[in-house]
Nanobody, 115 residues
């Protein structure tokens, strides 16, 4: 069973940066597309960034130009560099495939942007 372990969240002020990481178990990692999702209280989980197995990235309009997704196929890790953070970026961040193929989500990592 795939295990997803997210890390790197924290409390930051508006305008600051964070880099999230997600470690994925399994030798197939390099073959799958990956995504970062977020969920704020009272809202549905939304896909904010995705990256194909070949390294092509796409972003939600709300984060375009501020977030960068990347992957390390040697370390089976996907990253999310978040710059110019805004209070509305506050959420728990999760990784999974863009189609949410894996039912056993990780614990997520909390990102709080507040002055």
């Amino acid at each position: 069973q795939v295990q997803l372990v997210e890390s790197g969240g924290g409390l930051v002020q508006p305008g600051e940066s964070l880099k999230l990481s997600c470690a994925v178990s399994g030798s197939f990692f390099s073959l799958v597309n990956m995504g970062w999702f977020r969920q704020a209280p009272g809202t549905e989980r939304e896909l904010v960034a995705s990256i194909t197995s070949g390294g092509s990235a796409s972003y939600a309009d709300s984060v375009k130009g501020r977030f960068t997704i990347s992957r390390d196929n040697v370390k089976n890790t996907v990253h999310l560099q978040m710059n110019s953070l805004k209070p509305e970026d506050t959420a728990v961040y999760y990784c999974n495939t863009p189609k949410m193929s894996w039912s056993n989500w990780g614990q997520g990592t909390q990102v709080t942007v507040s002055s």
